[in-house]
């Protein structure tokens, strides 16, 4: 069963706008989240984490929201580049509570329009 | 900095033969892992290390094993591989085990036909 889920498969945005990405998960003992960028046939690439003693963490253009009590996170990108043009992935961690795993969500693939 | 080598890139083989696929980091990370990322599946853990002489199943492990004889090296080995092992299978590392961020290798594709 999926424990991080992203709902939107596929995002579109005109560049310069904002860009909102959602992500889902069920399992109240993960406390550490991350978003990740994969461009086509590449890794991918850590981008920005929040832990869960916080709701906002920002690094320039990318902001990450965390909702503990709605169990949701979501990343903003303002403004959005044709550069961001990318499959987002976010993760989640429990640590030892989750098995020392990091749980990723399917990925919502972000087209932002020059 | 290589950071994560993976090899090959890209591998066709045929079902019930045998594969490894490498994974080298020079980063000294302690922990390693084993992804495979499938359409609609996101990426989902095979195995993983949290130091050298220690590995871990993850999510979806059957079919395969790894070995973590030393820091550098985390090997995914293959069997016996069936059709459903077709997939793009990434390494990763991270300094810690289930800490900070981790660090991807540019991902090995293989179809197993």
């Known amino acids: 069963d999926q424990q991080v889920k992203q709902n939107s498969p596929s995002l579109s945005v005109q560049e310069g706008r904002i860009s909102i990405l959602n992500c889902d998960y069920t399992n109240s003992m993960f406390d550490y989240f991350l978003w990740y960028k994969k461009y086509p046939a590449e890794g991918p690439t850590f981008l920005i984490s929040?832990?869960?003693?916080?709701d906002k963490n920002e690094d320039g253009r990318f902001t990450v929201f965390l909702n503990k009590s709605a169990k949701h996170l979501s990343l903003h990108i303002v403004p959005s580049q044709p550069g961001d043009s990318a499959v987002y992935f976010c993760a989640a961690s429990g640590g030892v509570l989750t098995g020392n795993q990091f749980y990723f969500g399917t990925g919502t693939s972000l087209t932002v329009i020059p | 900095t290589a950071g994560i080598t993976q090899a090959p890139t890209s591998q066709i083989l045929a079902a019930g033969r045998s594969m490894t696929l490498r994974c080298t980091q020079d980063?000294?990370?302690?922990?390693m892992y084993w992804y495979r990322q499938d359409l609609g599946l996101g990426l989902r853990l095979i195995h993983y290390s949290n130091t050298a002489g220690t590995t871990g199943k993850g999510e979806v492990p059957d079919g395969y094993s790894v070995s973590r004889a030393n820091t550098d090296d985390f090997p995914l080995t293959l069997a016996s591989a069936v059709p459903s092992q077709t997939s793009v299978y990434f390494c990763?590392?991270?300094?810690?085990?289930?800490?900070?961020?981790?660090?991807f290798g540019e991902g090995s594709r293989l179809t197993v036909l």
């Open positions: 929040i832990s869960s003693i916080k």
């Open positions: 980063m000294r990370h302690n922990a």
């Open positions: 990763a590392s991270s300094l810690f085990q289930n800490t900070g961020e981790l660090f």
